[in-house]
């Protein structure tokens, strides 16, 4: 299907889609349409978070909403991060969509007390007498000297708490049509979005439709290894998967897009092909989307490994300032590519 | 105000809240508790004065506030024993009771945790352009959490249709006011915030109620969110362990003698006869006492209820027509 291509700037979109009557828009405008949509159709559907009303709105995924929708509806909030959150769950069990924006991942553990403690027990612990339809948005940064207090990615601190969805689209399709599956999910849902991704551009259809929230998705078929990329990581595993293809080897790339639930049946089927597995994640290793991934295996199909897992991760060490050391901090292709290779002379 | 019918509820919260105690003293109730004997004015008297369709937040020490909003006593034992019928399926226990037909948005164990979601109701009725109010209850323990200063900003800010209730019972667990906060008054923390408040004496549910209904149907007007500070005090311990040794007992003697039931009494007394007074106190003590055998003989949840839950299902919530 068009939409389920990846592709990183509008050239090589363009490159591609050439001939083609389908509309590509970027990332960033995906998450900006499928907001103003919902704003449109639903009453209870209210955008709230640190600056959602600047000029730039949130990198442009809820720029100018102010002016089409009010400011009662796109609201700018104090830098209170945890009440806000509290003021999120308050409006959603008594009948809000509220949708709450945070410019960096890095505010999230600001928020946990609300996200841990309330918004994801309530359902559970109130015999299931109210519900909790939150969706939290937050950005990874990277790059411009983002360094540790702006590029964290820290899935693994929600994916652990049952009663919590975490969403990482890594396309423009999945971006649009993820966050209208969170706002009627009808549960506390975190998604993370990856700032590199925010111009990257796709095919996005115009109607409404939403993504179904644990369905991983091949964005590359091969038979030698597969590569399971999460969020920007995705883009990197199919520019590995292209180089490696021109020496002979074919991998196989899935995106899972939600890290919980994680569509493990999905990556069991291309390890059972490929017998080989790497995992390239956004966030440091230990505890990760990626360990949990080998567990699961270990657990549901254990025989199915031809060679050990290789996990391509940051380092451990909190993110650095300097672009130098930046790129020595990152990684990226050419990790994958390696670490592909690990898996096929073992 | 109904003089008896406020009677009747504060008595319903003593015994009951006598009971548990009494069930924790013989082993026959789990966990923990904590438990209002002596701040019953302020749950009768603020709920007393709101409307049924007006939200409540509440605390760990919640049940008085929950028994003054209706709430059937029989589900509560039943919860807090853990069956099948009570208000939460047996899941949630004595800290996290909520009924939402009640619009009683929870009790909570995380103290502060209450504060902005009761902003959050607010700020949903505001939205919605109801008439209603949302009524958060926290203690002076709680006034000391970031929540707290948060959630009283935006309300001010957003002139959210809330009203914070602190029922200021001197300690948070065994740790006094005094030693850290630098002045005794909660309420003069809203100034801060250009929120309206006042400080009333806590025992007496009569000018609980009063101070409440004038201030409720301000916010109600859209006059935007104000504070009560009620002055309060738990005769029990902070839970069921607590031998209360941060206190001296002359001290809990003193604030015996303001206890609000006997107030209630006095007043009661220039209508009915004392007389009529213990039948009133039989009769309540005796429905406490049936409730909790009903409750008693009900069913334990099944072990797979357990796992049941942990999300929802929400398929009604997807407008129609447009995928």
């Not at chain 1, 590995?240 to 990556?267: C, N, Q, Y």
Request: glycine fraction near 10%; charged fraction near 25%.
């Amino acid at each position: 299907m068009p939409w389920t291509k990846i592709y990183s700037n509008k050239e090589e979109f363009e490159k591609a889609a050439a001939g083609s009557t389908l509309r590509g828009i970027t990332y960033k405008e995906a998450i900006l349409e499928a907001t103003s949509r919902m704003l449109e159709q639903d009453k209870s559907v209210f955008v709230i978070g640190e600056g959602v009303d600047d000029a730039g709105g949130v990198f442009g995924t809820t720029k100018n909403l102010h002016l089409k929708f009010g400011k009662d509806r796109v609201m700018d909030s104090p830098l209170a991060e945890n009440g806000i959150t509290g003021i999120a769950i308050g409006a959603a069990i008594s009948g809000m969509r509220p949708i709450l924006v945070h410019m960096r991942v890095d505010f999230l553990p600001l928020t946990l007390d609300q996200i841990i403690n309330h918004a994801a027990k309530w359902h559970y612990m109130f015999g299931g007498k109210l519900s909790v339809p939150l969706v939290v948005r937050a950005i990874i940064g990277r790059g411009w000297g983002s360094a540790a207090q702006h590029s964290q990615s820290l899935p693994s601190l929600f994916t652990n708490i049952p009663g919590l969805r975490v969403l990482m689209p890594a396309t423009p399709y999945d971006a649009k049509g993820l966050l209208r599956a969170a706002v009627y999910d009808g549960n506390p849902v975190i998604i993370i979005e990856h700032r590199w991704l925010y111009d990257h551009m796709g095919h996005v259809p115009e109607d409404d439709y939403t993504v179904p929230i644990g369905k991983g998705i091949v964005r590359r078929e091969g038979k030698d290894a597969t590569v399971v990329g999460i969020s920007y990581m995705a883009y990197e595993a199919m520019r590995a998967a292209e180089a490696l293809s021109k020496e002979g080897i074919e991998t196989e790339v899935i995106d899972p897009r939600t890290v919980k639930p994680l569509d493990m049946g999905l990556i069991i089927e291309s390890v059972k092909k490929t017998g080989r597995l790497v995992i390239a994640d956004t966030g440091w290793k230990e505890c990760s989307v990626g360990a949990e991934i080998v567990a699961r295996i270990m657990e549901e199909s254990c025989g199915i490994l031809k060679a050990p897992v290789v996990r391509v991760n940051l380092p451990e060490t909190p993110t650095p300032a300097s672009p130098a050391l930046e790129k020595a901090y990152y990684p990226g292709v050419d990790h994958i590519i390696s670490a592909v290779k690990k898996t096929i002379q073992k | 105000m109904d003089i008896l019918e406020f009677y009747k509820k504060a008595l319903t919260i003593r015994f009951f809240e006598e009971k548990v105690d009494w069930l924790f003293s013989r082993g026959l109730l789990g966990g923990t508790t904590h438990l209002c004997i002596g701040q019953e004015a302020t749950a009768v008297g603020v709920v007393g004065a709101l409307r049924q369709d007006d939200y409540i937040v509440s605390t760990h020490r919640g049940h008085g506030h929950l028994i003054a909003k209706g709430a059937d006593i029989t589900k509560i034992f039943s919860e807090l024993l853990g069956k099948r019928e009570g208000y939460c399926k047996g899941r949630g226990g004595t800290q996290h009771l909520c009924v939402m037909e009640l619009n009683f948005l929870g009790t909570n164990g995380i103290t502060g945790g209450g504060l902005p979601i009761a902003a959050g109701a607010a700020l949903s009725i505001k939205l919605s352009g109801e008439d209603r109010i949302a009524v958060c209850f926290f203690g002076e323990g709680a006034s000391n959490q970031g929540t707290f200063h948060e959630s009283l900003n935006m309300a001010s800010i957003w002139n959210l249709p809330i009203l914070f209730v602190c029922e200021n019972n001197m300690y948070a667990m065994s740790t006094r006011f005094s030693d850290i906060s630098k002045f005794d008054d909660v309420a003069l923390r809203a100034a801060s915030f250009g929120i309206p408040s006042v400080i009333i004496d806590g025992m007496d549910a009569g000018r609980v109620f009063e101070n409440t209904k004038k201030i409720a149907e301000k916010i109600r007007q859209g006059g935007g969110p104000a504070l009560i500070e009620a002055k309060t005090y738990r005769f029990c311990g902070h839970s069921k362990s607590d031998a209360r040794l941060y206190r001296t007992r002359e001290e809990e003697a003193a604030w015996k003698q303001k206890d609000p039931l006997p107030k209630m009494e006095l007043k009661l007394l220039e209508v009915i006869s004392q007389g009529e007074i213990e039948v009133i106190k039989r009769s309540i003590k005796a429905s406490v006492d049936d409730a909790y055998e009903v409750a008693v003989a009900g069913e334990d949840p099944g072990v797979e209820e357990a796992l049941e839950g942990a999300y929802a299902q929400r398929e009604d919530l997807l407008p129609q027509g447009n995928i």
